[in-house]
């Protein structure tokens, strides 16, 4: 286990609860405990233990934590966030799961799902017996899902998707589906579980990125769902895309996480190498780069914490202001595994080290819940009234 607490530069610890630092300790020594020893050869395997994480992690009211009511813990955003931090500290793939069940799957159920959805899923969710995944992507249809092609017709009282989705976190083994898809009144959810004839789901192999992580590709043939299925309350694409803000938010924290620990890592590693005599943390160009990285890990996680509170707050966040966050935090998280990788020179491509590995998550990172891209076209459009997305 690396220390972690030298990198607090600015004190951030004082500016959290007692109850906020005890989240943070509890997940920490979860994923010192169960995540770290193993996580190497999960992702060289490429064979995760979801459904065991998923059970113990349910335990400790970590999957949809931030939600309340249904076994969900209701923690603050500033706890949820810790979590992420401290998940993503061990890996990408491992805060996906929980991101992937509790900001996407189990908020769609709750948010817009009937009573008897919620009380179908939630609890066993909740708890990590039941596995969710929230398909909106498809093969064809990434940063701009408002055109998908998934559709979903009424025959009678039911409803029969036929489609595909792309990149599904969770996918191959989940017990239910949350998909989105194009009726005749616009885009519409649906709670789907996965053994409904014409459902399938198989595993993306050859992934280089996220490997902790099962990402799946889902078919959907002629599948016949009843009315009870739809999301009631989710009406046009805002639905999934309020999904997507409240994961955005766990990633703005978990990204740090990574970078955190890919410069501790490379703390440890400049001060105990040593090359033309004495270690590499003593070069003035080695500690302009940790500088430089500490700084920036300082200030993504203030303007985490930032946004925490915000989202605390009565008058919570605005999609731009996640924006931010993503878009900052990931951006800078990369640079830093990357940088982190130069200090350890060819030991940084070993797998005997985490930052190649967080770098390569990263490149997941940078890309899902909306890409760098997408984002500065949010944050564009706020700061011009203009619309860019638009053809
Ligand atoms: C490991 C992994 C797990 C994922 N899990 C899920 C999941 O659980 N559920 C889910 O629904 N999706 C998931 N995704 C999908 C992810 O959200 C998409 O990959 C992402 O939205 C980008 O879509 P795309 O891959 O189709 O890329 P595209 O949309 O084809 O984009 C390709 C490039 O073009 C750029 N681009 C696109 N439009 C514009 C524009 N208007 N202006 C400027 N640049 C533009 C993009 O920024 C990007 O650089 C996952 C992806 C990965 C890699």
């Given at each position: 286990m690396v220390t972690v607490a030298p990198l607090d530069l600015l004190d951030f610890d004082s500016l959290l609860t007692d109850e906020e630092r005890d989240v943070r300790a509890l997940v920490r020594r979860v994923a010192d405990d169960r995540v770290r020893p193993s996580v190497a050869d999960w992702y060289f395997d490429g064979t995760t233990p979801v459904r065991d994480l998923a059970l113990e992690f349910g335990k400790l009211g970590l999957l949809g934590m931030h939600l309340t009511g249904y076994g969900c813990a209701g923690s603050s955003a500033v706890a949820y966030g810790l979590t992420c931090m401290e998940l993503e500290a061990a890996d990408s793939g491992v805060r996906s799961l929980v991101s992937v069940q509790g900001s996407l799957a189990m908020y769609a159920l709750w948010k817009f799902g009937s009573p008897e959805q919620k009380q179908r899923w939630l609890p066993g969710m909740a708890a990590g017996e039941l596995i969710g995944c929230f398909g909106l992507t498809e093969p064809d249809h990434g940063s701009d899902p408002?055109?998908?092609s998934t559709r979903a017709r009424r025959d009678g009282d039911d409803w029969v998707l036929d489609g595909g989705k792309m990149w599904i976190t969770n996918a191959p083994l989940a017990d239910v589906a949350v998909i989105w898809a194009r009726a005749d009144e616009g885009v519409v959810g649906f709670a789907v579980p996965t053994d409904t004839p014409g459902f399938a789901a198989r595993e993306i192999k050859n992934k280089m990125s996220l490997r902790a992580s099962s990402t799946g590709e889902i078919t959907l043939t002629g599948v016949r769902l009843p009315?009870?299925?739809?999301?009631?309350?989710a009406r046009g694409l805002k639905a999934p895309l309020a999904c997507l803000t409240e994961a955005r938010f766990g990633i703005i924290w978990g990204a740090l996480g990574a970078a955190r620990d890919c410069l501790a890592t490379a703390i440890d590693y400049a001060t105990t190498r040593e090359q033309f005599g004495r270690p590499i943390g003593g070069f003035q160009l080695t500690q302009a780069k940790l500088a430089d990285m500490a700084l920036e890990l300082q200030k993504g996680f203030l303007l985490a914490l930032h946004l925490g509170r915000l989202r605390d707050s009565a008058g919570g966040l605005r999609p731009e202001q996640v924006s931010v966050g993503k878009l900052n935090n990931v951006r800078e998280a990369i640079k830093i595994a990357r940088q982190c990788r130069t200090i350890l020179g060819g030991n940084g491509i070993s797998g005997e080290y985490p930052i190649m590995r967080h770098a390569n998550n990263l490149e997941s990172v940078l890309t899902y819940e909306g890409t760098s891209e997408i984002h500065q076209l949010v944050i564009g459009q706020k700061l011009t009234g203009l619309n860019a997305f638009a053809s």
């Open positions: 408002a055109n998908m009315a009870a299925a739809q999301l009631p309350e």
